[in-house]
């Protein structure tokens, strides 16, 4: 069993910062993409930023220049710095990653259950 556990949410006001953790755990023999995704109130889940394992990174245009992906493979982690946020950052933010639990296992995606960021003054 696999399970992505993200950390980090909270309030911050406009002009300011936060870094969202997300670290992977149980049966996994190998990670392939991670990711953020963000859901706001009444609003469909976007992409925010993707990482794949050789490094390779793509953003979502409205957080482009503003927000890190970034990874730690031997900690089965992803980070995401986000600077500069905005009121229209205001969603919960879900890790993503694809997961293969054994050599001969096809990747899986997995979700984290979530952590909300809101940004207001």
């Known amino acids: 069993q696999v399970q992505l556990v993200e950390s980090g949410g909270g309030l911050v006001q406009p002009g300011g910062s936060l870094r969202l953790s997300c670290a992977a755990s149980?049966?996994?023999?190998?990670?392939?993409?991670m990711g953020w995704y963000r859901q706001a109130p009444g609003k469909q889940r976007e992409l925010v930023a993707t990482?794949?394992?050789?490094?390779?990174?793509n953003y979502a245009d409205s957080v482009k220049g503003r927000f890190t992906i970034s990874r730690d493979n031997a900690e089965s982690t992803v980070y995401l710095q986000m600077n500069s946020l905005k009121p229209e950052d205001t969603a919960v933010y879900y890790c993503?990653?694809?997961?293969?639990?054994?050599?001969?296992?096809?990747?899986?995606?997995?979700w984290g259950k979530g952590t909300l960021v809101t940004v207001s003054s």
């Open positions: 149980g049966s996994i023999f190998s990670i392939n993409a």
């Open positions: 990482i794949i394992s050789g490094g390779s990174t």
């Open positions: 993503n990653a694809n997961i293969r639990t054994t050599a001969w296992a096809n990747g899986w995606n997995y």
